[in-house]
């Protein structure tokens, strides 16, 4: 039975009921509702218990600012922490309290209260240190978290992310917003506006007030139609501007937006201009016991009574500091809500404020010292602020205002300065940082006209029109005497109600020395709660001004950081989500490898490669072996597409290649071709490569597939930056060629199996040469380089051409028993032969006389990138890591990264172990090594040191365990 | 997320660019550089509190490689070192 | 100073907390100290201590241009490990993870260590290797690395539910470096400068350093400050990211450069994660707080900046890359966000030395620098008293530049 709900009035659709469960109680609301509202009307006061005490709570806020009730949904879209003022309320919803164990009334958690004297703010910091905090943690930690995290991803849909442009955002749809935002798209401008609420009108919707002689909500309707009919103009509902970033950049999640599917939207907005006009927040009143189930924000009363239709109790008192709460009087009034009495702390309470609550009688220069009751209100103790009598008033309802805090955060967010204003108590936007401003109750224009004023000219201001006159709109003049705490209180007195900060903490704090408000933020925890101290944080600060004796400025207010609500990791994240974060490069053989039962991983840069083709339950190790092996005893193909590859010209393109190559390429014939190493102005290898001229002004430079866009930007860099006269081109090809290497003794034989118009003979196509021809009726280059250490042709061909090349290949290459040969194999090739791989020899430490490759460092040329460097670091004579062979004795395998130390003892390293893999050619196990001093130590044995203490001896090799003059690659 | 003027592209928005540190002074020559000279230019660049020099690559985009002054407290994209916000 | 226990804190409660004294004084500022240390962030605030615990030198000022505990130390997300790859660096760190175990006791101020463990998670072959070579090297300097199944991964972190077999990059296992901890940094802050005012130190808030003043010889001479100039034969700056713009006053430049970075935490839940893990190939690490929130991070911004804020770009990076881990976390929502400014040395390595302004040092360029803060006041006190690097900082000297001998720690994580 919805016995608080009122018999008429509300936004609320009586004709739709609502079922709800609570705390496993069945309750009926409707349509309209927010969890809160309904609750209210069913007479549910005890809603939550608090973070630390476990002292009962009920309902405090209206929205976003609520302090003390989070609640938990259950169901499919389970989500804990949701301030029970912002859950809409629908069909079958179900929730319960967090915090409170087994229920708000029955909490057993509350035995905390009986230990509150002892444990005050920063408690933690001066116990639990024996024998470790480790041991007291898990406890602690059970106590604190509030809601479960959710367990799967929201079944009901996805998340998406969208750009927005705007010449004008306006965040909030409140009166000055509307205003703003009308104006503005009149004038033509691309206008977003964006509110939080389920409807535009903001404080509108919770009050009696007219514009221009008819009810206010008509205006918003009106409003609201003409923005939605202007083409320029897109009016966000649900939608929190929760971040502002640098350049007017903005962030807007749009919850529920009317898309089957979508959860929530996140527009990421450009803004030529930004209105915050945010409205603003009413804070509390801090006095004994301020905390009960039963004391709400006024401004939160009038909207249950107004925009609900809920009684949130049946005799109020009102207890304030400024005019705001007279309206509220008047409302409950109107609503037939008795009203006890109004408590003013103000001795002088203007004419128009008594004015507007005929007949209610109003104490001036008097506070509640203290509220009465436990889990509900039962009433309050007044006395005269300076003393006197105190009288004890019964009440189930006390609405509480401490005066209005403007929605700076956004403001503030954008680097906009605050400045604390006297009259309003309270800070406002200063000079602005981007090309923001404030407008209506955020600007600190706390009246319905003003506000809308306010509106008008800032829309007409960014607009470049005239500001237009605005209709007249009566309302209670704001007044407010800041009342920071009531000096006379009894019992708790809270500042912050969700993370359980009392006076007596800040005042412990100053006593301790936290004296700036950031240490009392951090040490009492004020203001770090879900709800950022939206009501709290100020008397927060005007208690410490009132202790310290200083003005509100000195103490100044702590940072306001994004986002403004929470808001979730779904709706930042967006569509990046699955396939479409981080998406694979494939070459045209992928479903072909796939098709072979090959083994696929990412190797680098994104790519997809088979890392080997088991048969049928043949083992890893063994596949590896029969790939390497056919390469070396007969034949293989791997697919060499992913290597970076760069079509350079120009006048100057073998200028340009000397000064980044450590080589000479400029010398090189038409057809010919040069490995490299690529430096840093560091003097470390960046990079290696083969350069082949194509002609007097065009190269094919290749480069390693990890560092394919790091070396094509350095280059671009260099010439678009460094070398602007400098005539050279370059484009990247690496798409535009695809290639099958063909590799091993009978390389040469299924090459010309498959037709070629190429002489193939060692003297008309030496190694490290190219040749431009057809193959197997396709165009191709054919390209000698080896990183197998093989004799080895490199067939480019287009990229369509590839599967059909490909093909061929496995034909031509059947009866000398070809193989696919993937990155594992190509590895254990590699490292027999002493060729360097990146992240592995090479891993931006090392230069090239560390890897025994002093000749690739040309003299000949004068200077080339990095080449001072080197010589720079090299003068000093220092030991360096060089790279050796090892040999392991016995034959095992030794870890790749495994650190040889002297004699294997337990001491600081030498070296480490690069790569080990089992040699085909040798039969046995073998690798490569960085140690100091190694080249100098050829023959000579070291030690692996393994975690865990065990040593491996090994012997120290020229790094190269296959074929060492190169005769078979040059065959 | 900031707004990068592109020389051919027009305003841009920055994920469609890749930094490229802060300019240092062009490449000394070698040979008439003493030694802490060229240790000094590569190691130590510009760190003011304030505009900077610096480059963009407009990588998803033209491609350009672009030079602007942006204030490293504020991100203020502005005309020149003088020009702190 | 007064002593905090069980006991004390049932004393005073009787007397409802009214006999606490301050945590620390206010002294009045003088013209002359015998070492002056700007900056009261935890690197500034573990060298004064030092400096008295272990070189009895009491006579010093800690000058802040802010509120004591308000920089980096401040921003940053209390992830303490050694889990590093070089010989130069372990050590270092080994230290500095046990003199944090200490400092609770030490100091008698709960610094809330909590010694839990962190979980690598990896996703290539390129980053296991990584990590197995740190497993042996680390070995060999008492710190310690396991390797760990996949499931063994699962079962410690079950809300790790992505990076399936199917998954872009699925989780090939991970590794446990026990000894990593997170504790409370304000804590670690206050309980310095507790200990430095009890022993005789000063530290003065509110006093921005805005020049380094040279004498006729060229050495230190004092500083420059609103308040007036302050002399001192030894200034040492531990100010992150602030390094350069005030080295500049004293017409010195370093190899710095200072650069953003991000942290966020996401809304109290009940426990959820009792292990820092960290995503090197996905590209973020997270762990749990006491009070509940999940504090993630991830890598820094692209460019200098001084401007403390959030790059949407990388933020995004950051949350879809822990999306593909924890994709439940979809509906887990963000509260607060914030960057933090910290220089980084061209080889990403810290650089903590005496200037070629004699008297002047540095403490600089340490990315991820939370870690470092108990043995890195240790070694500058150790170089500021005796002239002598400590043999843990020796590698890092600013003259490792002169000659291109850089310390890399390269293939570091997001969390270093």
């Not at chain 1, 992928?590 to 490669?609: K, L, P």
């Not at chain 3, 009895?56 to 490990?81: P, Q």
């Not at chain 3, 190899?255 to 959820?272: G, I, K």
């Not at chain 3, 590209?283 to 504090?295: A, I, M, N, T």
Request: include cysteine.
């Amino acid at each position: 039975m919805q016995n608080d709900r009122l018999a008429k009035g509300g936004r609320i659709d009586r004709t739709r009921p609502l079922r709800f469960t609570f705390n496993g109680r069945a309750y009926t609301g409707f349509a309209g509702d927010t969890l809160a509202s309904a609750l209210l009307a069913n007479g549910v006061r005890l809603t939550a218990r608090s973070f630390k005490y476990h002292r009962p709570r009920g309902i405090v806020g209206a929205g976003v600012e609520e302090p003390a009730t989070m609640v938990e949904l259950l169901g499919a879209d389970a989500s804990g922490n949701r301030p029970v003022t912002t859950v809409e309320l629908r069909e079958g919803l179900a929730a319960r309290s967090v915090n409170c164990w087994p229920s708000p009334a029955v909490d057993l958690g509350a035995v905390a209260q009986l230990a509150a004297r002892f444990i005050p703010a920063g408690f933690y910091y001066k116990t639990f240190k024996w024998p470790n905090w480790h041991l007291y943690e898990p406890s602690i930690r059970k106590a604190a978290g509030l809601a479960a995290a959710p367990k799967s991803p929201p079944v009901g849909g996805r998340y998406e992310t969208r750009f927005a442009h705007a010449d004008l955002l306006v965040a909030g749809a409140g009166p000055s917003g509307l205003m703003a935002a009308l104006f503005a798209g009149r004038a033509g401008l691309r206008v977003m506006i964006a509110d939080e609420g389920i409807e535009p009108g903001g404080a509108l919707l919770s009050r009696r007030l007219s514009i221009g002689g008819r009810p206010a909500l008509d205006w918003v309707a009106e409003t609201v139609a003409e923005l939605e009919a202007m083409g320029n103009v897109t009016l966000l509902r649900r939608a929190t501007v929760w971040a502002y970033r640098e350049h007017d950049y903005l962030l807007v999640t749009e919850r529920a937006p009317d898309r089957t599917g979508l959860l929530e939207r996140t527009w990421r907005v450009r803004a030529g201009h930004v209105i915050t006009a945010t409205g603003a927040i009413e804070r509390g009143l801090v006095f004994g016991n301020n905390d009960r189930p039963g004391v709400m924000l006024a401004s939160a009363v009038q909207s249950y009574v107004n925009r609900y239709g809920v009684a949130p109790g049946r005799r109020a008192v009102i207890f304030a500091n400024n005019t705001s709460a007279y309206t509220v009087a008047a409302d409950l009034a109107a609503a037939g809500i008795e009203v006890a009495a109004i408590i003013d702390s103000r001795s002088d309470v203007p004419a128009e404020a008594r004015a507007a609550v005929p007949g209610l009688p109003i104490r001036a220069g008097y506070v509640v010292t203290t509220a009465h009751g436990g889990r509900s209100l039962r009433g309050v103790t007044v006395a005269p602020r300076d003393g006197g009598e105190a009288e004890r008033l019964d009440c189930d309802l006390l609405a509480v205002s401490g005066g209005w805090n403007p929605a700076v955060h956004l403001f503030s967010q954008s680097r906009g300065t605050l400045r604390y204003d006297d009259s309003l108590a309270s800070f406002l936007p200063g000079d602005a940082a981007q090309s923001t401003c404030a407008a209506g109750a955020a600007a600190g224009a706390m009246e319905l006209e003003a506000a809308l004023a306010s509106g008008a000219a800032a829309g007409a201001s960014v607009a470049g029109v005239m500001p237009p006159d605005t209709p007249t709109a009566p309302d209670l003049a704001y007044a407010v005497t800041p009342l920071w705490r009531v000096e006379s209180a009894r019992g708790k007195c809270f500042l912050d109600l969700q993370n359980d900060v009392t006076v007596e903490d800040v005042h412990l704090a100053l006593r301790e020395g936290y004296a700036t408000v950031e240490h009392v933020k951090r040490y009492t925890t004020g203001g770090m709660g879900l709800d950022q101290g939206k009501t709290g944080n100020i008397n927060i600060t005007g208690t410490v001004a009132l202790a310290q004796g200083v003005p509100m400025q000195a103490v100044g207010t702590t940072t306001f950081r994004a986002p403004y609500t929470p808001v979730s990791f779904g709706a930042v994240g967006g569509l990046r989500d699955g396939p479409l974060a981080l998406p694979y490069r494939h070459t045209p053989l992928t479903a072909w490898n796939i098709a072979q039962g090959a083994v696929m991983y990412e190797a680098g840069a994104r790519w997809r490669r088979p890392g080997y083709f088991p048969r049928p339950g043949e083992a890893m190790q063994d596949a590896i072996d029969r790939e390497a092996r056919a390469v070396r005893e007969g034949v293989g193909v791997y697919d060499g597409s992913p290597l970076g590859t760069f079509e350079i010209k120009g006048r100057d393109a073998a200028r340009f290649l000397d000064h980044i190559y450590t080589t000479v390429m400029s010398t090189l014939a038409p057809g010919a071709g040069r490995y490299g190493l690529m430096l840093s102005d560091d003097g470390l290898i960046f990079d290696d490569g083969v350069c082949f001229r194509l002609d007097a002004q065009r190269w094919i430079v290749s480069s390693s597939t990890g560092n394919a866009d790091a070396v094509h930007r350095h280059m671009e860099m260099l010439l678009q930056t460094d070398l602007p006269d400098w005539s050279v081109f370059v484009t990247p090809v690496t798409a535009q060629w695809a290639n099958a290497t063909i590799c091993g003794p009978k390389a040469r034989e299924v090459l010309a199996d498959l037709g070629t118009d190429i002489d193939l003979s060692p003297e008309a196509f030496p190694f490290m040469s190219l040749r431009d021809g057809m193959v197997a009726g396709l165009p191709a280059r054919i390209v000698r380089v080896s990183f197998t250490g093989e004799l080895s042709f490199e067939i480019n061909v287009a990229p369509r051409h590839l599967p059909a090349l490909w093909d061929r290949i496995m034909a031509a290459g059947a009866p000398h028993g070809i193989l696919p040969v993937g990155s594992e194999a190509n590895h254990v090739l590699r490292v027999e032969k002493g060729f360097l791989s990146l992240g592995h020899e090479v891993d931006g430490t090392v230069d090239p006389y560390d890897l025994g490759m002093g000749w690739a460092m040309s003299r000949k040329k004068p200077d080339y990138i990095g080449k001072r460097a080197v010589e720079i670091r090299r003068a000093t004579g220092k030991m360096r890591h060089e790279l050796v062979g090892i040999i392991p004795e016995p034959d095992v395998q030794i870890p790749e990264g495994a650190p040889l130390t002297p004699g294997g003892h337990r001491q600081a390293s030498e070296g480490f172990v690069t790569a080990c893999v089992k040699s085909v050619a040798q039969d046995r196990w073998v690798g490569l090594a960085l140690v100091d001093d190694g080249h100098a130590r050829h023959g000579e044995m070291a030690h692996v040191r393994l975690k865990g203490g065990k040593v491996i001896a090994v012997r120290i090799t020229r790094p190269c365990h296959y074929d060492p003059d190169g005769e078979r690659l040059r065959s | 997320m900031m707004l990068i003027p592109c020389p051919f592209c027009g305003p841009r928005t920055e994920s469609e660019f890749a930094y490229g540190g802060p300019v240092r002074p062009p490449r000394p020559d070698p040979a008439t550089t003493a030694e802490a000279d060229w240790v000094g230019w590569l190691t130590e660049v510009p760190n003011p509190l304030g505009p900077v020099e610096e480059r963009w690559c407009h990588l998803r985009g033209c491609g350009s490689w672009l030079t602007l002054w942006r204030d490293t407290r504020t991100h203020a994209i502005v005309g020149g070192p003088q020009d702190a916000e | 100073m007064q002593r905090y226990s069980l006991l004390s804190l049932l004393r005073h409660g009787l007397n409802r907390h009214t006999t606490w004294a301050p945590a620390w004084r206010s002294p009045p500022l003088r013209e002359r100290y015998d070492v002056i240390v700007i900056g009261a962030g935890g690197h500034g605030l573990a060298t004064a201590y030092y400096l008295t615990k272990e070189h009895g030198i009491t006579d010093i000022a800690v000058l802040e241009s802010g509120w004591l505990g308000g920089g980096n130390i401040a921003r940053n997300t209390v992830t303490i490990r050694s889990n590093y790859m070089r010989d130069a660096s372990i050590p270092f760190y080994v230290k500095s993870v046990a003199l944090y175990e200490q400092m609770t006791r030490e100091l008698n101020f709960n610094t809330m260590h909590s010694r839990r463990g962190m979980i690598d998670v990896i996703q290539t072959w390129g980053m296991m290797r990584d990590r197995r070579r740190r497993q042996h090297i680390m070995d060999l300097h008492g710190s310690t690395y396991e390797q760990i199944t996949t499931a063994e991964l699962r079962r410690r972190i079950p809300a790790l539910t992505g990076g399936g077999a199917e998954a872009r990059l699925p989780i090939l296992g991970g590794f446990i470096h026990p000894e990593a901890a997170v504790n409370r940094h304000d804590a670690v802050a206050w309980a310095y400068a507790r200990a430095i005012d009890a022993m005789g130190g000063e530290i003065h808030q509110q006093t921005p350093v805005t020049q380094l003043m040279r004498g006729p010889d060229g050495r230190i001479a004092g500083v420059v400050t609103p308040r007036g100039v302050i002399r001192a034969p030894k200034v040492a700056v531990a100010v992150s990211g602030h390094t350069t713009t005030l080295t500049e006053t004293a017409g010195l430049r370093l190899p710095l450069r200072t650069m953003n970075l991000t942290a966020f935490v996401s809304e109290p839940v009940q426990p959820l994660i009792d292990v820092i893990v960290n995503c090197p190939d996905a590209g973020f690490y997270l762990s749990q707080s006491d009070k509940g929130e999940l504090v993630i991070g991830g890598a820094p911004d692209p460019g200098q900046s001084f401007r403390r804020d959030i790059k949407q770009t990388v933020f995004e990076d950051t949350v879809s890359a822990m999306l593909s881990l924890f994709p439940a976390f979809k509906g887990l929502k963000m509260l607060r966000q914030w960057g933090g400014h910290l220089d980084i040395a061209h080889d990403a390595s810290p650089i903590q030395d005496e200037t070629d302004v004699p008297g002047l040092f540095v403490t600089a360029g340490w990315w991820g620098g939370y870690k470092a803060i108990p043995a890195g006041g240790l070694t500058l006190a150790h170089l500021v008293a005796t002239g002598r690097p400590h043999p843990l900082m020796a590698p890092f000297s600013i003259k490792r530049f002169r000659h291109l001998d850089y310390v890399m720690e390269s293939g570091t994580t997001t969390a270093r």
